[in-house]
């Protein structure tokens, strides 16, 4: 029996019943009691209008019986509502909660094997942000937790952890130049949390250290279309530790503003706080193009002195520091912009400008270094790609490599992906420049180019997809 028949039955009970006792009840009341043949009379009526209602409740239930399963309708039985107790009103249903939904947990493993055709003395490759040894290698080890905020499902909070061991953990934060305490935080790549800030479209904002977006290559092997990094991403600021922002104004254009400590500092060095500002163009889904412009100071204004037992120096956390007199205050500017165009399914292109300078005093003759690099990837077929990249970095004043001179490298990628979340890649590149610089076999005997024959194989698993 449907749960309308039987709330129509309970109804047709009830008043039955409190028919067939309203006669006695009105017994006692002499005043107002009708004759017994009115009542037999209305008693009658109301019995034959019960019988019409239940004959009726009949006809519905059996008309809904024959209706499609889809079509039924679907009818809360009365005693499945709980009441609301008198002066309470309502609440709103609970929504679930579970603290770690959406979190995901994802690794990476990156090694590779490197012959350097100059058989550099110490097996060091000049210039390299990560393939630096002649020999057999682990690149990175990672692991990533990220809970991304979802402010359209009501969550506008997130964060993400990222955790790097291997030889690319000291590349990027192994600078005591930089870091007073590198061993504190050299295993934290990226450890930020999120909040979207209900305005306009909303505004997102992270705080704690992130990696740099300055360049268009970043830390992750398998998201790059070379297994070796370019000059540029060696040279570029590799990660922060500040507040960054993102608005987006619409679907084409994004805006981005950084408060930070430094280029590569946890830890702050001195009082200035750098900034950055970015302009993100999307005008088409194939093509995106990034305009920055940083600004900083890099000169410290303390020099630590670990082991130093003098009780007169004061100490951070326990780590003797003594003030620079006179601490030189030349800014740093960063001019940088990238764009990448997917041409077609298996063809990508992407080109990237840069212009950097410092100085030491606010009135010393400035060090700048500029260029750029040119990048293109074929997808030959499912399994097996091609890439290719020419850079050219002009380093005057040494701010990069030491040493005045013009930087170049060409740069040959093939891909196999060998199963999902697996790939190898085999790599020929040549170093070359207008000054004697690499090492060779022999102490103090410098070459003008460096080639390498590199194999790297990148294994990564988890539910987070391509770029990390």
């Given at each position: ?10 109804i ?5 019943v409190?028919?067939?006792?309203a006669p ?22 109301l ?29 809360q ?14 609440a709103a249903?609970?929504p ?32 390299r942000a ?7 290698a682990l ?7 990220e ?32 870091e ?5 935080y050299?295993?934290?790549?990226q ?8 305005v306009?479209?909303?505004?997102t904002?992270?705080f ?23 000059y ?13 922002m ?9 805006l ?6 430094g ?16 302009l ?7 093509l ?11 000169h410290?204004d ?5 082991g ?36 077609s ?7 990237e400008?840069d ?8 009135n ?7 260029g750029?690099a ?9 399994r ?20 005045t001179q013009?930087l170049?490298?060409?740069t ?38 460096q080639?390498t ?5 990148v294994?990564w698993f988890?539910?987070k997809?391509?770029?990390?």
């Open positions: 029996m449907s749960g309308r028949s039987r709330s129509i039955n309970t047709c009970v009830a008043m039955s409190m028919l067939m006792l006695s009840s009105l017994v006692g009341q002499s005043d107002a009691t009708p004759q017994a043949s009115d009542l037999t009379k209305q008693i009658a009526e019995k034959a209008m019960i019988q019409r209602l239940q004959n009726r409740a009949n006809e519905l239930e059996a008309k809904v019986s024959a209706m499609p399963p889809q079509q039924k309708p679907v009818v039985a009365a005693e499945q509502v709980a009441p609301t107790p008198a002066g309470q009103t309502a249903p609970e679930a909660s579970n603290l770690l939904s959406g979190t995901s947990v994802n690794f990476m493993v990156d090694g590779y094997y490197q012959h350097g055709f100059n058989n550099p003395i110490g097996r060091v490759n000049l210039l990560y393939d630096v040894i002649d020999a057999f690149n990175q080890a990672v692991v990533v937790f809970n991304a905020p979802d402010p359209e499902h009501g969550k506008r909070y997130g964060l993400r952890l990222d955790l790097q061991f291997g030889q690319a953990t000291a590349t990027l934060q192994g600078n005591a130049a930089n007073p305490r590198p061993e504190v050299r295993n934290i790549f450890a930020y949390g999120t909040y979207v800030i209900p306009g479209s909303g505004l904002a992270d704690g250290k992130w990696a740099s977006s300055l360049g268009i290559e970043s830390n992750y092997t398998q998201s790059q279309l070379n297994y070796s990094r370019s540029w991403f060696n040279f570029l600021p590799f990660y922060h530790t500040g507040v960054r993102n608005y987006q104004l619409n679907k084409a254009v994004g981005n503003y950084w408060i930070t400590n280029t590569q500092q946890t830890e702050p060095f001195n009082g200035f706080r750098d900034q950055c500002f970015g993100n163009l999307q005008p088409t889904k194939n995106s193009w990034n305009i920055n412009y940083y600004v900083g100071q890099e410290p303390i020099v630590f002195l670990p130093s037992t003098n009780p007169s120096l004061p100490s951070d956390q326990g780590l003797p520091f003594a003030p620079i007199p006179g601490a030189p205050e030349g800014k740093l500017h960063v001019f940088d912009s990238y764009a990448t165009w997917n041409v399914p298996k063809l990508t292109l992407a080109l400008a212009y950097v300078l410092q100085r030491l005093y606010e010393s003759p400035p060090s700048h270094a500029s750029g040119g990048y293109a990837r074929y997808q030959l077929s499912p097996v790609a091609v890439a290719s990249r020419f850079e050219y970095l002009s380093d005057r004043g040494g701010l990069f490599s030491g040493k013009a170049k490298e060409t040959f990628t093939i891909e196999q992906k060998i199963a999902e979340g697996l790939i190898m890649r085999q790599e020929w590149r040549r170093d070359f420049s207008n000054q004697p610089y690499f090492l060779t076999d022999t102490l103090g005997i410098l070459k003008r180019e080639d024959a590199t194999m790297g194989i294994w988890g539910p997809k391509a770029p990390w």
